[in-house]
């Protein structure tokens, strides 16, 4: 049974720091990315990581405050988020699509997960 499940959202002050995780069943080929969808816009690709190579990409309107790992024995795949600012409220969304990264885009994501809610705010 094919599943994604994301987890680590939550409420945070700007500045603070997240770390989101998303477990994927059933996916052991494919590689994960990570969406972002605010009210009333359309999803925003984030990042993706590989399955095999590792390699990984980044959309470059995040600046470096944005870093994609995996555990592979745990069939996890993590997003660490630094640096929140408000406008970084938003669902965010885990991924896959088979074996490597096709730069963020959203059409090549063969199973997406529910999301997680982060929201930024004083």
């Known amino acids: 049974q094919v599943q994604l499940v994301e987890s680590g959202g939550g409420l945070v002050q700007p500045g603070g720091s997240l770390r989101l995780s998303c477990e994927a069943f059933?996916?052991?080929?494919?590689?994960i990315g990570w969406f972002r969808q605010a009210p009333g816009k359309e999803h925003e690709a984030v990042s993706c990581?590989?399955?095999?190579?590792?390699?990984?990409w980044y959309a470059d309107s995040m600046k470096g405050r944005f870093t994609i790992s995996r555990d592979n024995a745990k069939n996890t795949v993590y997003l660490q988020i630094d640096s929140l600012r408000p406008e970084d409220t938003a669902v965010y969304y885990c991924?896959?699509?088979?074996?490597?990264?096709?730069?963020?885009?959203?059409?090549?994501?063969?199973?997406w997960g529910r999301g997680t809610q982060v929201t930024v705010s004083s």
């Open positions: 991924a896959a699509e088979r074996l490597s990264c096709s730069s963020g885009s959203f059409y090549a994501m063969e199973y």
């Open positions: 059933g996916l052991d080929d494919y590689a």
């Open positions: 990581i590989s399955r095999y190579t590792g390699s990984t």
